[in-house]
């Protein structure tokens, strides 16, 4: 990784001393893994503190029973919160990350991270992305614990377009439901003319109809 591309996608990083710049390209670990691959799971230990290069990181909770709740998504240039509390409270990690696509990330070894975090600079970072996902799983919360898994479908929905490429499993995923009931509400869905149900797609026909029904109270 030439320190360049990596200030790019971080730019905090270029606000550091040249010299702690530098040790943190020649100390990082950096691999590519493919799709679908598990970055990292439940009472492992975290290794360091990731910088997605490429790629995209799936964050989950799983249940006892098997099922999925997405918690969020970290794109490059970002990082995760999970791993940051992780080695702030020197605990394991309590969640997975599954790969989306083949992704690139960085690990900076834990003495660097602690070293990192006396520089305000990289302190206020840490401390803006907890600010910043901990608005996103209170979202979450809300969604799951007030809004009827049909108005979430709907919602879902119409963030995708018109031709929703998905299977019914990976809709329930999203929604860390079981692929049973959201193939009970399509159906519903179809029959009130709202959708098109093709094989692995979803065609939005009436997106005022899905609006009205995501916003029902």
């Known amino acids: 990784m030439i320190l360049a591309d990596l200030l790019a996608l971080y730019p905090v990083l270029g606000k550091l001393p040249p010299s702690l710049q530098q040790r943190i390209v020649d ?54 919160i999970i791993s940051s509390s992780c080695l702030l409270g020197h605990a394991d990690y309590n969640a997975r990350g599954i790969s989306e696509g083949e992704t690139t990330l960085a690990l900076l070894p834990r003495p660097l991270f602690d070293e990192m975090l006396g520089t305000p600079v990289f302190r206020d970072f840490v401390f803006s992305l907890f600010s910043e996902r901990m608005a996103e799983l209170m979202q979450l919360v809300e969604e799951v614990a007030f809004r009827k898994l049909d108005q979430r479908l709907a919602a879902l929905l119409l963030g995708k377009g018109r031709l929703v490429h998905a299977t019914h499993q990976q809709l329930a995923d999203e929604l860390g439901s079981v692929r049973e009931m959201v193939s009970r509400l399509l159906k519903g869905f179809a029959e009130q003319g709202l959708v098109r149900l093709g094989r692995e797609q979803v065609e939005v026909l009436d997106a005022p109809g899905l609006r009205k029904l995501a916003s029902v109270t």
Do not use: H, N, W
Request: aromatic content about 8%; overall charge positive.
């Open 27 to 80: 100390t990082m670990q950096t691999m590519t893994v493919p799709g679908a691959t598990a970055v990292f799971d439940e009472r492992q230990p975290c290794r360091g503190f990731p910088f997605v290069l490429a790629g995209a990181i799936r964050v989950v909770k799983l249940s006892a029973s098997g099922r999925e709740l997405p918690l969020y998504r970290v794109l490059a240039g970002e990082s995760c």
